[in-house]
C-alpha cells in the first residue's frame, strides 16, 4: 500500500534544509524503504504542520479510495 510521510531534509546550509513529504515506493519490512518526494515546504514549525497536514490528507484520500474499491 502507498504511504505518505513527512519527513526533515537537512542540509548544511539552513536555508536549504526543508520539510518533505514522500510517497513510500517499497519497504523491506526492517525499515529500509525507498521513496519519491511529492512535496516540500520551509524548514520552520509552519512549514513542519504544512507537511504533516498534505501527508494526512493524502494518506486519507487513498484510504478512502481503498474503502470505495474494496470495501
Not at 500500500?1 to 534544509?17: H, K, L, N, T
Amino acid at each position: 500500500m502507498i504511504q505518505f510521510e513527512v519527513r526533515f531534509y537537512r542540509s548544511e546550509d539552513v536555508a536549504s534544509s526543508s520539510w518533505l513529504v514522500t510517497e513510500v515506493l517499497s519497504d523491506d519490512g526492517e525499515g529500509n524503504r525507498t521513496s519519491d518526494i511529492r512535496a516540500e515546504f520551509d524548514p520552520t514549525p509552519d512549514g513542519q504542520e504544512q507537511a504533516r497536514n498534505l501527508a494526512a490528507a493524502l494518506n486519507r484520500e487513498l484510504e478512502q479510495k481503498i474503502y470505495a474499491e474494496f470495501g
